[in-house]
């Protein structure tokens, strides 16, 4: 049974920083891609960025470039996402998602090409 349960959200004043992690369980963590996607109300789930199973590739939403950073510890069987310069319209519920990827193939950026979702983690920045 694959579980990944997220972490760290919160209430940040913009400008702040927030530390996501997520720990997953139940699956060979190295052979699957991880990714951040986001959601908030009224809008489709998008994604913020992920890491390929190995670590060499990443790819990060165009709005988040620069401030967020991916990554992943494959001993812990983890993967945090630092958000530096939140802004409000980072405000979102956050989910961690895992996509299998046995090449390390360039990291799907749909929603529908991941198999597990965590429950989701509260994120608002206020302004």
């Not at 049974?1 to 927030?18: D, I, P, T």
């Not at 908030?40 to 190995?54: D, F, L, M, Q, S």
């Not at 310069?85 to 405000?91: A, I, N, V």
């Amino acid at each position: 049974q694959v579980v990944l349960v997220e972490s760290g959200g919160g209430l940040v004043q913009a400008g702040g920083s927030l530390r996501l992690s997520c720990a997953a369980s139940g699956l060979t963590f190295r052979s699957y891609t991880m990714g951040w996607f986001r959601q908030a109300p009224g809008k489709e789930r998008e994604v913020v960025a992920a890491v390929t199973g190995n670590g060499g590739r990443t790819y990060y939403a165009d709005s988040v470039k620069g401030r967020f950073t991916i990554s992943r510890d494959n001993v812990k069987n983890t993967v945090s996402l630092q958000m530096d310069r939140l802004k409000p319209e980072d405000t979102a519920v956050y989910y961690c998602a895992a996509d299998l990827n046995l090449r390390d193939s360039i990291p799907p950026d749909r929603a529908n090409e991941y198999d597990y979702w965590g429950q989701g983690t509260q994120v608002t920045v206020s302004s």
